[in-house]
């Protein structure tokens, strides 16, 4: 049994981040399993150096041990960072499109401003009959979501056309998409189980869907675990929160409130504080 914690550098995690990793952690004490840290930092212009340490900071504070990926920040730095990675992944896509990929992706020449016009993204333009090529800083590369799509995922059925629609694989700024990734490295990594927040199962819909795509049949195989979300006094989700604007303060009393959280969120799932 192998599974993963997956924070994104992008600001300091928060207490819903806090306890997803704790959750991880139970889920593998529970199955006797194996923890793999992936931090991912595909999108560089959001990560920094402080919120890479405040990753491996709150994994000791946690007393999370892990038996994969990096140890440290210079360890993370020197082999593990994912954009160290970018020409693997562009072969990925290669390979794929060797099996017939281009037969579902297509690129997209619709800017920014077009593509948040419309609610539920995708392509507006109709990029898909015209046959572009894929030109860095000109186009990206979009996974077509047929009319129909349903994803099953976990216990749920996602209508990921309605949901998401056509997504991004390869990104415009010619770095790869987050889904892409995502798959590419819970594929290598062998992942058995993946334990996520509900917000991120459409996403885990929309990587389902391209799993077949990159030869990842484990990724389809895996075992799909959602925990509720955490909200703030305002009811806002914190996972849609924007930057804490420190690290989670190291004390007992923040400690009590992160075992507490996931002890709550974990007790659904039937993943339980190791005694
Ligand atoms: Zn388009």
Redesign the pocket.
Known sequence: MITRFAPTPSGYLHVGNAANALLVAWLAAQADGVIALRIDDVDATRARPEYVEDIFDLMAWLNIPWAIGPRNSADFTSHHSMTRSTERYRSEVSAAQARGLDAYAYA???SRA??TAIPTG???????GLSLPLVPGK??L?MHVPNGTDVIVGSRVVHLDKVMG?FVIWRRDDLPAYHLVSVIEDRDLGTTHILRGEDLVESTAAQLLLAPHLAANSVADATYLFHGLLVDEDGTKLSKSVGTAGPLTRDDAMLETVIAAASRLGAPLGILRPT
């Open positions: 997209c020449a619709c077009q593509v995708g392509c507006p333009g109709g990029c898909r186009t990206a979009r056509d």
